[in-house]
């Protein structure tokens, strides 16, 4: 089965950095999004940046500029750079993966588990 596996966040201050890591563990065929989700004390699960095989990239408003997304196909791995750190970045922040696990099967949809990363002020 695939699975996410996540690494990476932490505690920084305002206006540092952390780095998040995922890489997909498994046998699949392809996975054409690999993305970051969010989830805030009392707030609703947001994408934060969304990458395609493709190369495409997209970011939530609230965090462009600051954070970058890069994924690495070969290795079904993609990473999340957070630059400018505010506190209200604080959140669980969760890899997330749609794609195919063999060429004629169904499309899959798998999370990680969830990095906690903490920004104080």
């Known amino acids: 089965q695939v699975q996410l596996v996540e690494s990476g966040g932490g505690l920084v201050q305002a206006g540092g950095s952390l780095r998040l890591s995922c890489a997909a563990s498994?046998?699949?065929?392809?996975?054409?999004?690999m993305d970051w989700y969010r989830q805030a004390p009392g707030k609703q699960r947001e994408l934060v940046a969304a990458a395609t095989s493709g190369g495409r990239t997209n970011y939530a408003d609230s965090v462009k500029g600051r954070f970058t997304i890069s994924r690495d196909n070969a290795k079904n791995t993609v990473h999340l750079q957070m630059n400018s750190l505010k506190p209200e970045d604080t959140a669980v922040y969760y890899c997330h993966a749609e794609g195919l696990l063999t060429m004629f099967s169904r499309r899959l949809e798998v999370w990680g588990q969830g990095r906690l990363v903490t920004v104080s002020s």
């Open positions: 498994g046998s699949v065929y392809s996975l054409d999004i």
